[in-house]
């Protein structure tokens, strides 16, 4: 069998065209949605992503600020920055990208972003709605990604027996919570996996929807996948590769030739899950604006 591939490009090119029609007609209401997004220091990756953030808002004709800050910022000096864009009405939604210096309390930060503001999710207050399925909850942009790939490739997810390896709080929690919310893109039976789970590959194949988000280069192999399993690829690595023009190479947590022969629908990376997270981001700015003018949520 050869995989269907699941195209992250073109999928989230029509979310971000149906964002930036969306944010013109909050715009026309007098309503022009804002995200901050706020970086520590210099991790090459978190540059590209933020750079990324940045431009697509723009795009998508909404407010963009992105506020650089050396490695050596403090604590508090990061707290006073988020109480400003907490106070400031031209920002509706604000993340600080991840991960932070190790000097710095990224629980303390998380929580001091105002939930109202919290377009990435992960505010507490946010989790539990989630949880519960208040549709006035921040989805976290991957694993809203993931659900909207899905949704949006005809792929069914009620009663299919999903398997998550992963459980970090910004993808492996979140996604288990979508996918048993009852609604489309939910509905499934939910297995989380993780780094002390016994016998992997015994659980992964049982998986008719497998999940992975580990970020360890192509740790899912072919003889780990059910033959008709829908994968998806949730892992962005850098690998040394002195052949590339950059030195090193992007590739998933799945091993994409093999499995790609036994799956039934598989993610590609690059070009796959990552071009999801930025649309959704920006469809979550367009539903923090939403709310904080009055309006419904969505
Ligand atoms: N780092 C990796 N993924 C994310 C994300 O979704 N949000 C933030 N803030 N940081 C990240």
Same mark, same amino acid.
């Given at each position: 069998?050869?995989?269907?591939? =699941?195209?992250?490009?073109?999928?989230?090119?029509?979310?971000?065209?149906?964002?930036?029609?969306?944010?013109?007609?909050?715009?026309?209401?007098?309503?022009?949605?804002?995200?901050?997004?706020?970086?520590?220091?210099?991790?090459?990756?978190?540059?590209?992503?933020?750079?990324?953030?940045?431009?697509?808002?723009?795009?998508?004709?909404?407010?963009?600020?992105?506020?650089? =800050?050396?490695?050596?910022?403090?604590?508090?000096?990061?707290?006073?920055?988020?109480?400003?864009?907490?106070?400031?009405?031209?920002?509706?939604?604000?993340?600080?990208?991840?991960?932070?210096?190790?000097?710095?309390?990224?629980?303390?930060?998380?929580?001091?972003?105002?939930?109202?503001?919290?377009?990435?999710?992960?505010?507490?207050?946010?989790?539990?709605?989630?949880?519960?399925?208040?549709?006035?909850?921040?989805?976290?942009?991957?694993?809203?990604?993931?659900?909207?790939?899905?949704?949006?490739?005809?792929?069914?997810?009620?009663?299919?027996?999903?398997?998550?390896?992963?459980?970090?709080?910004?993808?492996?929690?979140?996604?288990?919570?979508?996918?048993?919310?009852?609604?489309?893109?939910?509905?499934?039976?939910?297995?989380?996996?993780?780094?002390?789970?016994?016998?992997?590959?015994?659980?992964?194949?049982?998986?008719?929807?497998?999940?992975?988000?580990?970020?360890?280069?192509?740790?899912?192999?072919?003889?780990?996948?059910?033959?008709?399993?829908?994968?998806?690829?949730?892992?962005?690595?850098?690998?040394?590769?002195?052949?590339?023009?950059?030195?090193?190479?992007?590739?998933?947590?799945?091993?994409?030739?093999?499995?790609?022969?036994?799956?039934?629908?598989?993610?590609?990376?690059?070009?796959?899950?990552?071009?999801?997270?930025?649309?959704?981001?920006?469809?979550?700015?367009?539903?923090?604006?939403?709310?904080?003018?009055?309006?419904?949520?969505?």
């Amino acid at each position: 069998m050869t995989a269907r591939l =699941l195209d992250g490009k073109v999928m989230a090119r029509l979310i971000r065209d149906e964002v930036a029609t969306e944010a013109t007609e909050l715009l026309a209401r007098g309503v022009k949605p804002g995200l901050a997004v706020v970086l520590l220091g210099e991790d090459p990756a978190s540059q590209v992503y933020v750079r990324s953030k940045g431009n697509a808002c723009q795009e998508a004709g909404m407010h963009s600020e992105t506020i650089r =800050l050396p490695a050596e910022t403090t604590e508090a000096e990061l707290l006073a920055v988020i109480d400003r864009l907490n106070a400031d009405p031209q920002i509706h939604g604000m993340l600080v990208q991840l991960p932070l210096p190790r000097a710095i309390n990224s629980d303390a930060v998380l929580r001091r972003i105002d939930p109202a503001k919290d377009v990435d999710g992960f505010h507490p207050v946010n989790v539990g709605k989630l949880v519960i399925g208040d549709p006035t909850a921040f989805k976290p942009a991957t694993p809203y990604g993931v659900q909207e790939m899905l949704i949006r490739s005809g792929i069914d997810t009620k009663g299919m027996h999903a398997v998550i390896v992963g459980r970090s709080n910004i993808v492996g929690r979140p996604m288990a919570n979508l996918l048993i919310q009852d609604g489309p893109g939910g509905n499934a039976t939910v297995t989380v996996c993780h780094s002390r789970s016994r016998d992997l590959p015994s659980i992964t194949r049982l998986a008719d929807l497998l999940i992975v988000a580990i970020g360890r280069p192509n740790f899912v192999t072919a003889d780990m996948v059910k033959p008709g399993a829908v994968v998806i690829d949730v892992g962005i690595n850098r690998v040394d590769d002195a052949a590339a023009p950059k030195g090193y190479r992007i590739v998933g947590d799945v091993e994409f030739g093999p499995v790609s022969e036994v799956a039934s629908a598989i993610t590609p990376v690059p070009g796959g899950v990552g071009q999801m997270t930025i649309a959704l981001l920006l469809k979550n700015t367009l539903q923090a604006a939403r709310q904080a003018s009055g309006g419904a949520a969505g």
